[in-house]
């Protein structure tokens, strides 16, 4: 297929990176639920070699997911990596059994250290572009966790830094230890709590990264969708993905897939141009 990727499409992440707006969420490259080695290990090597084929040019991933199993995998298949290829993972997380039940939350600066230095050797990377406190830990005083960052980050361990299922408040506060140039929360064209939130980042020039960015809708809602793809002749996912690269210049969607046929059908919502009318019945589900 034709790359659908087009310069409209491009957002420059920390004012230096310039990447495609769809991205790829590599959780589910995993053994699902992000918990456990794929069952075809060379499948999802090709499948990621594909990612990087169509043009996508942001893998985000997390040290959680496997745990450290999609890191290695990235790593695997695609170091040594193309020149504008930026890989975004995540820490602040302690697996021990499948999420979300095994999950806690770690935000020291000693778990973060270990973390961090773990994605590196992982990812085989000397800095990471793109690093995200995968969630605050509310037993750490937040002021510890974003100096260890700025620290990392004035090491020259990391390029730039994001924070993941953040208030407008936990932004504000970040930003006065470092520059915040991503945020990555729960959004869709279904679930769309987290406005505000891109709103602010919308005004700040940082990049919201929905997760979940195909979050399912209530029967009358995908009524709708289903109109809207009628008309192009695509499938629901591409409408909503679609939806999203419309909705603000700032989203940067990441959906995830372990099939190279979905990735492809995803892809392809990069190229849709909806109309104002069908923006008009979308904005209306919100």
């Not at 794929?38 to 893998?59: C, N």
């Not at 390029?159 to 993941?164: D, E, T």
């Not at 932004?171 to 915040?180: D, G, K, M, S, W």
Request: negative net charge.
């Amino acid at each position: 297929m034709d790359n659908a990727l087009s310069a409209k499409n491009t957002f420059l992440l920390g004012g230096d990176l310039s990447i495609n707006r769809l991205g790829f969420g590599a959780m589910r490259i995993t053994k699902q639920p992000a918990w456990g080695q794929p069952a075809d290990r060379p499948a999802i090597h090709a499948l990621l070699r594909r990612v990087v084929e169509l043009g996508i040019t942001f893998i985000d991933t997390a040290d959680m997911y496997g745990p450290f199993v999609s890191e290695e995998l990235i790593a695997e298949a695609l170091h040594p990596y193309a020149a504008e290829l930026v890989i975004g993972t995540k820490g602040g997380c302690v697996s021990f059994g499948p999420p979300p039940e095994g999950v806690l939350l770690d935000g020291t600066p000693q778990h973060l250290h270990d973390a961090l230095h773990g994605s590196l050797r992982r990812l085989k990377l000397e800095r990471l572009d793109l690093y995200q406190l995968h969630r605050l830990d509310p037993r750490v005083p937040a002021e510890r966790t974003f100096t260890f960052l700025a620290e990392a980050q004035r090491q020259g361990l990391v390029r730039h830094l994001g924070l993941s299922e953040v208030s407008v408040e936990d932004i504000q506060l970040a930003q006065q230890f470092f520059p915040v140039v991503s945020v990555q929360n729960r959004y869709s064209l279904f679930d769309r709590a987290a406005e505000p939130v891109l709103a602010y980042c919308r005004e700040q020039g940082i990049a919201f990264i929905p997760w979940f960015p195909l979050g399912g809708g209530m029967a009358h809602a995908m009524d709708v969708v289903d109109q809207v793809a009628a008309r192009h002749q695509v499938s629901a996912r591409q409408i909503a993905l679609s939806w999203l690269l419309h909705h603000a210049p700032n989203i940067l969607p990441i959906p995830g897939t372990g099939s190279i046929a979905h990735l492809e059908d995803n892809m392809r919502a990069a190229s849709l141009e909806l109309t104002a009318q069908d923006m008009q019945q979308l904005e209306a589900l919100g």
